[in-house]
């Protein structure tokens, strides 16, 4: 007749049975495939992002245009909307990178001349004077509050925002890149995107356009 002992295996401070220690393992593996294996099998399905501050030139090929003569190349897998303001501006490009807490780049256009800060500082912008302001927020590695609203992100991860004011001929443009993250200065190839802001003449400065234009075609 076998003995209790020979179907057990001795563990510190008691004993469990082989079959204990079976369905452990099994759970064991289990908890593997779901945690690590599955995520990666998920992964390969989904198409590749790119990264929220682009590494790829500006191409004409994702040229945003409006019917008043603004246009501005969008960085690849960014988001894009139109709209037409009542407030100071007469129409805003939106450009966004589709996550939350990220970056964006909004253009806004007016035939007025658009208020600038005080401590903006005078650059050369595209061969003519501009004002260009950059506030800056360094990441607190000692925040350990909530990350759920803006302030939280920006507290943890850090923030830039730089604010580009300019004119072509009747017409003044607002450039307003934000960002999270740590970014000492304005990233390079973002000013790149900047760069290839184009304002061809428009019979009007104030046209009629689209109320809600959107594209979040991915390339």
Not at 45 to 53: D, K, L, S, V, Y
Not at 104 to 131: C, H, N, T, Y
Not at 179 to 205: N, Q, T, V
Request: with cysteine; aromatic share 8%; glycine share 8%.
């Amino acid at each position: 007749m076998t003995r209790p002992e020979e179907n057990t295996t001795r563990l510190q401070g008691g004993f469990a049975t082989r079959e204990g220690l079976t369905r452990l393992a099994a759970i064991a593996v289990i908890g593997l495939i779901v945690g690590v294996v599955l995520p990666s099998v998920v992964g390969l399905n989904r198409p590749c992002r790119p990264p929220t501050i682009p590494d790829q030139e500006p191409s004409e090929e994702r040229r945003v245009y409006t019917p008043a003569g603004i246009s501005i190349v969008r960085p690849p897998g960014w988001e894009v909307a139109i709209h037409r303001e009542d407030g100071w501006s007469d129409g805003v490009i939106m450009l966004r990178f589709p996550e939350a807490f990220s970056a964006s780049l909004f253009v806004r256009w007016s035939p007025k001349e658009i208020e600038r800060e005080a401590d903006s500082r005078e650059i050369e912008f595209l061969g003519q004077p501009a004002w260009l302001k950059v506030e800056r927020q360094a990441p607190n590695p000692w925040y350990f509050g909530s990350v759920r609203r803006e302030g939280g992100q920006r507290e943890s991860r850090g923030y830039l925002q730089a604010i580009l004011v300019t004119s072509r001929g009747a017409r003044w443009i607002s450039l307003d890149f934000s960002c999270f993250g740590d970014h000492p200065e304005i990233p390079p190839m973002i000013w790149k995107y900047l760069e290839s802001l184009e304002c061809r003449p428009s019979d009007s400065a104030t046209i009629e356009m689209e109320e809600d234009r959107s594209d979040d075609r991915v390339r």
